[in-house]
């Protein structure tokens, strides 16, 4: 399970943006300085610009840049991208320019648009720690899933929240948005799950749909405040979990009318735990002629190959694993949990043998092991499986071994909780 690390968070501000926030208005900076401190930035170098996480800016923006002398803004001299963010700063790559880029050169890109104070400097705060681990030209796929109250319920607020989140990220290009269409009731029975296994079939939508990140969330109203709990599932790193307080003054009835009632659904999967278990195997001296003549099935190049290795251990290599055509990645972990609905599925297991002198890789095998099963799932009962590999001659090279769980682990999560304090941010971004 992937760690999850927690922003506790109070929003309280009130941002102005000084214009129409419904037009379509630009957020201009300037070149400030360079990283290596040149007078002239040409392709591929990088300039430090005066606009950061407090006009809007996220990794992977593009900006154009204008020469200083161009107050009307008639025409770009070149672009860069966003490779770092600061609070009020940011570092920006050259990637297309017609002349030398210089300090005092004006930046420009769309100012993001917004139609709630108090919501946007949360929203924006999430999207910030979405973007950060990823590449800046990777384009992401992110689902925004639904927000619920303390009941489970969809109202008018949840509504006014999740239409406001996916306004703000569908203004950055790199965001790609999925509709949802994709919505396969991920938090249809909560109750009958812990939240351990929750965010692992959360996962496994996820790649099923080909999503990188999920939002959702959970609020509940105490006193006079909103206390919103804003979960970021990514199928790729670590999950995020942010806490935020903000007035509930301005909803009043959007936050207790009821738009989608929460109704539990009859679970309909099984958790089934997959183990792999690899077989290290040590040839005794006498042994070894005989799995030289078995590897090499009489070709003498082959022969010679293995021979002249020296090998003294035989380890599986290369092991896969598939689950209805979709693969499994251990990713250096023995264990994995997935859901499978109930019904009938084809597992999957192949692997090379390795041949190793001590932790030395000096052969692999030409020849792929492999072995399919249908796998019947009738009940939602947890499931063990656990997948042998041997990679030892004239033995059963892939054997499954499969039983269903008599008693449940109860696993506590202990999140690494991280505080941070707002400051207020003055938004003016593309």
């Known amino acids: 399970m992937k760690s999850v690390y927690v922003y506790l968070l109070s929003i309280t501000l009130i941002l ?11 957020v201009q900076g300037k070149v400030i300085g360079t990283t290596q401190d040149k007078l002239g930035i040409a392709m591929g170098e990088e300039a430090i610009i005066n606009l950061g996480r407090n006009n809007s800016v996220i990794k992977g923006d593009i900006f154009e840049i204008i020469a200083s002398k161009d ?4 025409g770009a001299i070149g672009k860069c991208a966003v490779i770092k963010t600061y609070d009020t700063t940011s570092i920006c790559k050259i990637i297309k320019s017609k002349v030398e880029i210089e300090k005092g050169n004006i930046v420009s890109c769309k100012k993001v648009l917004y139609s709630n104070d108090q919501l946007y ?38 509504e006014k929240l999740k239409k406001e989140m996916k306004n703000v990220y569908a203004q950055k290009n790199r965001i790609k948005l999925i509709g949802d269409e994709t919505d396969r009731g991920i938090f249809a029975f909560p109750d009958q799950y812990s ?13 099923k749909d080909s999503i990188d990140v999920l939002i959702t969330g959970t609020y509940k109203t105490n006193n006079e405040n909103i206390e919103l709990t804003i979960y970021h599932v990514d199928k790729n790193w670590e999950d995020l979990k942010f806490v935020f307080s903000i007035s509930s003054k301005d909803y009043g ?84 949990k997935i859901a499978l609905p109930i019904g009938t599925h084809t597992i999957s297991a192949s692997f090379k043998r390795g041949f190793y002198y001590n932790d030395s890789l000096v052969y692999t095998s030409n020849s792929e092991l492999k072995k399919d099963i249908l796998l019947s799932i009738d009940k939602t009962d947890d ?24 008693e449940r682990d109860k696993k506590v999560l202990k999140p690494i909780i991280q505080s941070a304090t707002e400051k207020p941010i003055e938004v003016y971004k593309d």
């Not at 939240?195 to 790649?207: A, P, Q, S, T, V």
């Not at 936050?255 to 309909?268: D, G, I, M, N």
């Not at 078995?294 to 251990?313: A, G, L, V």
């Open 121 to 158: 400097p949360l929203i924006f705060k999430v999207l910030d720690k979405l973007v950060e681990p990823y590449a800046p030209n990777k384009e992401i796929t992110v689902y925004i899933y639904n927000f619920f109250d303390d009941k489970n319920n969809v109202t008018e607020f949840s």
């Open 195 to 207: 939240y351990e296994e929750l965010i692992k079939f959360m996962e496994d939508y996820m790649r």
């Open 71 to 74: 107050i009307e803004l008639t």
């Open 253 to 336: 009835e959007s936050l207790s009318k009821v738009t989608v009632p929460y109704k539990q659904l009859a679970r309909q999967e099984a958790v089934c735990n997959l183990s792999y278990k690899p077989f290290y195997y040590v040839p005794r001296k006498d042994e070894k002629k005989d799995v030289v003549l078995y590897e090499s099935e009489k070709n003498p190049f082959i022969e010679y190959d293995i021979t002249k290795s020296d090998f003294n251990i035989i380890s599986p290599l290369d092991f896969k694993l598939k689950v209805d055509n979709s693969t499994v990645k251990f990713d250096g972990r023995s264990e994995y």
């Open 383 to 406: 499931v063990n499986i656990e997948i042998y590999i041997n990679p030892v001659f004239g033995k059963e090279n892939i054997n499954f071994k499969i039983y269903k769980r008599i």
């Open 16 to 26: 102005s943006f000084g214009a129409n926030c419904f037009g379509e208005e630009l």
